[in-house]
């Protein structure tokens, strides 16, 4: 089997690290769900009291006394900032995913082109 030309292996070294940020991005998005879903849950919840009833939120390792309002509000707020969040990393994965598959396509060309050989059976 032919050594593999080093135009190759410089895309092959790109691909993978294009694999790691794709990685990267997915598993940042997924915290991302998942802190969305307590919000959601904290809002379900809060949803459920009067305005005047006596609530507290956390604050570190503490809990202080807060407004029904100024609660949801808060997780509102909250809630909408992970949305948006969530939505700019699916598009960054997106990107990324596209970019793989273009990369994994031109590799493929270029190992066929570079000889027989190369690459294995694939």
């Known amino acids: 089997m032919e050594q593999i ?3 190759i292996q410089n895309q092959l070294l790109q691909f ?3 694999q790691q940020q794709a990685q990267a991005i997915a598993s940042q998005r997924f915290q991302l769900e998942l802190q969305l879903k ?3 849950r904290s809002l379900g ?4 009291l009067d305005d005047d009833a006596e609530i ?3 604050v570190g390792a503490i809990l202080l006394r807060s407004t029904t309002p100024a609660v949801k509000e808060e997780l509102t707020e909250k809630k909408e900032t992970l949305e948006l969040r969530i939505k700019t990393l699916k598009k960054q994965e997106d990107k990324v995913q596209q970019r793989l598959r273009e990369m994994q ?3 493929r060309q270029e190992l066929k082109s570079a000889g027989p050989g190369i690459g294995g059976a694939g």
């Open 105 to 107: 396509q031109k590799i």
């Open 56 to 58: 507290y939120k956390s």
């Open 45 to 48: 919840e809060v949803n459920k």
């Open 38 to 40: 307590e919000v959601e």
């Open 16 to 18: 993978q690290q294009i």
């Open 5 to 7: 030309p080093p135009k």
